[in-house]
């Protein structure tokens, strides 16, 4: 008998891979030959093409946004929550494109790649990207797509940031820009705690100054220890004190430092482990220093205004009132600065006690007013 | 369109910038923006009307006003326009001052506790007044700031503010003889546009 989906579910999906063969300048003054990227998509696109939105992920995302890939598959995509028919990206309205960013370890090319220049995997010598060099790249994705122009770019966090560098590189090629959880750019602390979890990664002795792959081995306990302090950034206060207080794991203290007696360091022990499993370190470096240079007001003297008057998107922007990584203040910012620039914007600062984490987590007044946003889109 | 809009939007001119605090479903801007191509934001902290204005296609930003208006640049708008909320404000005599530095003219609606319905209720009562209108108990009530239309004057005066334009109509927004008359005694909402 054949899995039965949720009705509200894309069901299943399957990756695909397209070449660029056109090599990409990037910021940093080299440039990738050639390159892939690993992309899903949901829905149909219409005969006007009118109707396409770009799904931009965040720091640990990829291109395996919505539905499973396999009947047997435990959980969906991770923003099932949000695309699909009847939900706040409505699959049954829009042609949803979600990919993989270069640099990524999820099938996009990126230090796990092979180096045509050497013949091995680049690990370190991947060259660091911007948030910019992954819009450009997005935007030869959708050439080869027939997208000329998208219904909206949609992302959260460092997904968010990617739609509003959209919004500024190609003006012309989105008509909605909505951005979830995220800032005009980082401060000092966001700095900090990524420069925490690159040490972590760094000074791991099995990363071997990212050469890690010829050597056969995983700097696992730095990838461990940097996803730990990244994932205390973001839960909140009350989100962790809910589910863990202080409650132990064992019966009793033990008075000793290698016992996990806390359920909360259990958790974070989990979690650490089981990314490391999965994620690439020199991705997770690549990734925290595309955000910590983010920075899209810096060629207008900080004057982020100004840097959005040639804009000519509508935007919606989200915040979760308990995110203390890109607290609502910051995604105020950019509301303000919007406002400022004259261009029409909606801000929605969404009661929540998960923390960074809401935009992931489909609560109702969320899904209610990012789906009454989605659904005035004209396609 | 509720009557005080009615009246209000033919206060605002043609294609001129708007910020409408506490704007509700966006019912004023989303007319203004289609008749009168008026670029237009509004300020709402009811999540429910907040959906009513993304349904609209009217910008809304989700903001409680005792908040201030220090997220807005002096000068920015054309008009600020405020209806039946400066009673229910923590502050509204900075509030007003905040308008004024952000807008050139403000258009603002409030009721007026001097009509001759409510002296009589706390007359021959002795207790606050409560209405259709004002229904609330005294403890349990977003209107925490009453006051007349004098009183009101006399803060614009305190202000250095100059009232443009006031009218005086009743609950139901209709204009009547009587309330041009003796405003503060039978006006029961004043509309009010005020400028520096």
């Known amino acids: 008998m054949p899995t039965v989906f949720a009705e509200d579910s894309v069901g299943l999906v399957s990756p695909q891979v397209l070449h660029f063969k056109e090599p ?49 598959d435990r959980k969906p995509g991770w923003w099932d929550s949000c695309i699909g028919p009847g939900k706040p990206i409505d699959t049954r309205k829009f042609f949803v494109v979600s990919l993989n960013n270069l640099g990524g370890c999820n099938g996009s090319t990126g230090p796990g790649s092979r180096n045509p220049e050497t013949g091995r995997a680049y690990g370190a010598d991947f060259p660091v990207l911007t948030v910019e060099d992954w819009v450009h790249s997005q935007a030869r994705l959708a050439d080869a797509l027939g997208i000329r122009q998208w219904a909206a770019v949609v992302g959260g966090s460092l997904g968010g940031m990617q739609a509003l560098q959209w919004s500024i590189s190609h003006p012309e090629r989105l008509r909605h820009c909505v951005v979830i959880a995220s800032a005009p750019k980082l401060s000092a602390q966001n700095i900090a705690f990524n420069e925490v979890a690159r040490q972590a990664i760094l000074t791991d002795p099995d990363f071997h100054g990212g050469h890690f792959q010829e050597q056969g081995t995983i700097p696992k306990r730095g990838l461990m220890l940097a996803r730990m302090v990244g994932h205390i950034t973001y839960l909140s206060d009350d989100s962790m004190g809910e589910k863990f207080g202080r409650e132990l ?104 006690a998960h923390g960074h984490d809401a935009f992931l987590i489909p609560s109702p007044r969320y899904i209610q007013g990012f789906g009454r946003y989605m659904n005035r889109i004209a396609v | 369109m509720r009557a005080d809009l009615e009246i209000i939007q033919e206060w605002i001119p043609a294609g001129s910038r708007v910020l409408d605090l506490g704007c509700g479903g966006g019912e004023l801007l989303a007319y203004l923006r289609d008749h009168k191509q008026v670029h237009g934001y509004g300020l709402e902290r009811d999540p429910d009307k907040i959906a009513q204005c993304l349904d609209h296609g009217v910008n809304v930003i989700e903001q409680d006003l005792d908040q201030g208006l220090d997220h807005f640049a002096d000068d920015s708008f054309d008009v600020v326009v405020m209806t039946q909320t400066l009673q229910a404000v923590h502050y509204p005599d900075r509030l007003l001052r905040d308008m004024l530095r952000v807008g050139k003219t403000c258009i603002i609606t409030f009721p007026n506790f001097g009509h001759w319905r409510c002296r009589w ?14 229904p609330y108990t005294w403890y349990n009530t977003p209107n925490i700031h009453f006051c007349t239309f004098r009183d009101f004057e006399a803060l614009c005066r305190e202000q250095q503010l100059r009232v443009l334009d006031r009218l005086a109509v009743d609950r139901d927004h209709r204009l009547g003889a009587l309330a041009r008359w003796w405003p503060n005694l039978l006006g029961e909402i004043g509309i009010y546009r005020v400028t520096r």
């Not at chain 1, 799904?55 to 539905?67: F, K, P, T």
């Not at chain 1, 240079?293 to 998107?313: Q, R």
């Not at chain 1, 919606?316 to 029409?344: H, M, Q, Y």
């Not at chain 2, 209720?121 to 004002?134: K, N, T, W």
């Open chain 1, 24 to 72: 990409l300048p990037l910021a940093c003054g080299r440039q990738l030959a050639d390159y892939e990227l690993v992309y899903e998509t949901y829905g149909m696109l219409n005969a006007e093409r009118s109707n396409a939105v770009l799904i931009c992920h965040a720091l640990s995302g990829h291109h395996h946004a919505a539905g499973y890939h396999s009947p047997d």
């Open chain 1, 249 to 352: 794991k064992t019966d009793q203290l033990n008075y000793d430092f290698h016992s996990v007696e806390f359920q909360v360091e259990s958790y974070l022990r989990y979690q650490g482990e089981e990314f490391s499993g999965r994620f690439d370190a020199n991705t997770y470096l690549l990734m925290t220093k595309a955000l910590d240079y983010f920075d899209p007001a810096a060629a207008h003297d900080g004057d982020l205004v100004k840097t959005l008057e040639p804009v000519k998107a509508d935007f919606c922007v989200i915040s979760f009132s308990t995110d203390w990584r890109f607290s609502p203040a910051r995604s105020r910012e950019i509301t303000d600065a919007l406002v400022g620039a004259k261009k029409n914007v909606s801000y929605l600062e969404i009661e929540s």
């Open chain 2, 121 to 134: 209720y706390l007359a021959r009562q002795g207790e606050m007044p409560r209405s259709e209108f004002l």
